[in-house]
Nanobody
Framework: VQLVESGGDFVQPGGSLRLSCSASGFTFRRYAMSWYRQAPGKGRELVAAVDGVGASTNYADSVKGRFTISRDNAKNTVYLQMNSLKPEDTAVYYC????????WGQGTQVTVSS
């Protein structure tokens, strides 16, 4: 099982980024996928989640209306479109695959600063 995140970068406040998480080694469409983040000195928190077919999503209140999670089961990839970024969005972003067990990626750094 492998989850590889990409797309993290340094961006100014108000900017946008799209994170990708490419999955391999398991039946991707069977797994709920989610994005978490961990800021320095803080715990890991759920940002957004999507079910196996992409029909149901949920978001942390702090990102509602700014972030969109989506998935492409043909490409075994989940995305996180992040708009109107704020300095408080700065964190390492991780993707997670959940069925019976949880699998985590290694994370990608997002820094929002002027």
């Amino acid at each position: 099982v492998q989850l590889v995140e990409s797309g993290g970068d340094f961006v100014q406040p108000g900017g946008s980024l799209r994170l990708s998480c490419s999955a391999s080694g398991f039946t991707f469409r069977r797994y709920a996928m989610s994005w978490y983040r961990q800021a320095p000195g803080k715990g890991r928190e759920l940002v957004a989640a999507v079910d196996g077919v992409g029909a149901s999503t949920n978001y942390a209140d702090s990102v509602k209306g700014r972030f969109t999670i989506s998935r492409d089961n043909a490409k075994n990839t989940v995305y996180l479109q992040m708009n109107s970024l704020k300095p408080e969005d700065t964190a390492v972003y991780y993707c997670k695959a959940t069925l019976v067990y949880n699998y985590w990626g290694q994370g990608t750094q997002v820094t929002v600063s002027s």
